[in-house]
C-alpha cells in the first residue's frame, strides 16, 4: 500500500476555488479524496502528514530550468537538479536545450526524458526551436512534439530572424505548443555584461540596455497579430525572464488586444536591481542582467495584476572556478529552485500584500497551463498527486552550503526566507521532506 494521507492542513487549489481546511488521500500516484476535516482521519495509509500551520497546494512547476545532463554535469545533473527541485517545492521542471549536444533530436529528448536519469520529480522539456539552437533552421517540431516536446526554445539565445521565428510560431501553432522566446537583440548586446547604466558605468562595463529585450518582445507580438491575420491560427508566444518595465508593458497591451502570449518573471528580477553587481560580484551576473528599480517594480506590478502568467527560475548552475573570474568572462545565472518559494513569499506575499492563492495561481496554475499539462496544476479527485507542503510563516536563512543543487552560485547565500518547504510529493511519492 502507498496510500499517503495528508491531514489538518490549509488546501489553497485556485484551480478548484478552494481556499479552505481539507484531508487529503493520495493512492497511487493520484489524488483520489479530498474532504473536509475529520471524515479521512481512519484510513490506514502508509504515511500520515500532519500539515498543521501548513499550505497544502499542487506541487511548483518551473517552466524553465538548466539541469545542464548531458555535457556538463561537474555543474548539475538531472538527478542532482531535481533533487534541488523537490526542496524547492517543485514537483514538474521543464529543461531547457542548451545542454551538450543542443538538445534538437528525438533520440537527445528521449535520452533526457529516460528514467535512467535520475529525475527526482516530473521531467519535461522543451528542445531547440533550431538546429543546434543556430537561428537557421527549424528542429523536426512534430517528431518532438510525439516523443514528448511541451514547447520549443532556443533559450539562451534568441530566434532573432523574423522568417524563423515566424516559422515557429506557425509549426508550434499547428502542435498547439507555445515557442518560448529569450528576448534579446544580441545585435545589440556583443560584450555586455551588465544592465546599461550607472553601475555598468561605475565599473567600467558595457551594458546591456532595455532595447535590446523589449525590441524582440515587441516584434515577436507584431509576428502574433500577423500570423493570426494571414493564417488564422492562434499561436502563443510565451516571454522568458522578462526583465524591463518596456517588455512588461508590450505583454500588457499584447493581452489586452486577445493575443496570445504569457510570460514569466524571474524571482531575482523581482528581488535585486543592479546595485546587487556592486564590486563586480559575479553571483550578480545573469542574462537578462538584473536592472534598476523601476524595472524591478514593474516586474512586481505584472505579477500583481495577471501581466505576468508565472515565477520562473531560471534555475542555472555553474561551477566555482567559473564564476571566480573577472566579471566580464564569468558565465551568466544563477541557482534558483530552493529559494524561489522563499523570495516570493518574503517580497511579494509578505512585502506586497500578494495573497498566498495568487501565490500558487504563479507557481502551479499558471505554469501548467502554459505547457498545457494535464492533470497537473491543481488537486481535483483523479489528478496527479503532485503536492507541496509549506509553512508560509518561517522566517530563515538560506545556506547555499546546504543546498541539493550541485553548483553554489547564487547573490542569496544568507539572504532572508520566508516560508518553507516541508514535503513535496510528487505522483504520490514523498521526494523531500523537512
Ligand atoms: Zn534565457
Not at 74 to 85: L, R, V
Not at 339 to 368: F, K
Not at 389 to 398: C, E, H, I, L
Request: hydrophobic letters at 45%; charged letters at 20%; glycine letters at 10%.
Amino acid at each position: 500500500m502507498s496510500d499517503v494521507l495528508i491531514l489538518n492542513g490549509r488546501l489553497v487549489d485556485p484551480a478548484n476555488g478552494i481556499d479552505a481546511e481539507r484531508d487529503l488521500l493520495l493512492r497511487d500516484g493520484r489524488v483520489a479524496a479530498i474532504e473536509i476535516p475529520g471524515v479521512l482521519k481512519n484510513v490506514a495509509a502508509a504515511e500520515t502528514i500532519d500539515a498543521s500551520g501548513c499550505i497544502v497546494a499542487p506541487g511548483f512547476i518551473d517552466v524553465h530550468v538548466h539541469l545542464r545532463e548531458p555535457g556538463q554535469t561537474y555543474k548539475e545533473s538531472i538527478a542532482t537538479g531535481t533533487a534541488a527541485a523537490a526542496a524547492g517545492g517543485f514537483t514538474s521542471v521543464i529543461a531547457m536545450p542548451n545542454t551538450v549536444p543542443v538538445n534538437d533530436s528525438v533520440a537527445g529528448l528521449e535520452w533526457m526524458l529516460d528514467a535512467a536519469r535520475g529525475s527526482v520529480v516530473k521531467l519535461f522539456a522543451m528542445p531547440a526551436a533550431t538546429m543546434g539552437s543556430m537561428g537557421i533552421e527549424l528542429s523536426n517540431f512534430s517528431a518532438l512534439r510525439k516523443a514528448g516536446a511541451v514547447g520549443f526554445t532556443d533559450d539562451g539565445k534568441p530566434v532573432l530572424e523574423d522568417d524563423v521565428m515566424r516559422a515557429a510560431l506557425v509549426r508550434a501553432a499547428r502542435l498547439g505548443v507555445p515557442v518560448s522566446q529569450h528576448a534579446e537583440d544580441t545585435r545589440l548586446t556583443g560584450g555586455c555584461s551588465m544592465n546599461a547604466g550607472p553601475v555598468a558605468f561605475r565599473l567600467g562595463l558595457r551594458g546591456m540596455t532595455v532595447e535590446a529585450e523589449a525590441r524582440i518582445v515587441e516584434r515577436d507580438i507584431r509576428l502574433l497579430r500577423e500570423i493570426e491575420k494571414a493564417e488564422g491560427l492562434r499561436p502563443h508566444l510565451h516571454v522568458q525572464h522578462v526583465s524591463t518595465a518596456r517588455a512588461m508593458e508590450a505583454i500588457r497591451a499584447a493581452k489586452r488586444e486577445g493575443l496570445h502570449v504569457t510570460c514569466e518573471v524571474a524571482p531575482h528580477h523581482f528581488t535585486l536591481t543592479d546595485e546587487a553587481v556592486g564590486n563586480y560580484d559575479t553571483h550578480a551576473k545573469m542574462n537578462p542582467p538584473l536592472r534598476v528599480e523601476a524595472d524591478r517594480v514593474a516586474m512586481v506590478a505584472g505579477l500583481m495584476d495577471g501581466t505576468a502568467d508565472t515565477i520562473a527560475t531560471d534555475h542555472a548552475p555553474h561551477a566555482a572556478h567559473e564564476k571566480e573570474q573577472e566579471f566580464e568572462r564569468a558565465p551568466n545565472g544563477i541557482t534558483g529552485l530552493e529559494t524561489a518559494l522563499g523570495l516570493t513569499l518574503r517580497v511579494l506575499h509578505r512585502g506586497q500584500g500578494m495573497t498566498l492563492s495568487r501565490v500558487v495561481e504563479l507557481m502551479s496554475v499558471n505554469p501548467a497551463h502554459v505547457v498545457s499539462l494535464e492533470g497537473r496544476g491543481g488537486l481535483a479527485v483523479g489528478n496527479h498527486a503532485d503536492v507541496v507542503v509549506f509553512d508560509p510563516n518561517t522566517d530563515w536563512t538560506f545556506q547555499a552550503t546546504n543546498s541539493k543543487s550541485k553548483s553554489r552560485n547564487t547573490p542569496f547565500n544568507g539572504a532572508a526566507m520566508l516560508g518553507r518547504v516541508r514535503f513535496t510529493i510528487c505522483e504520490g511519492r514523498i521526494v523531500f521532506s523537512n
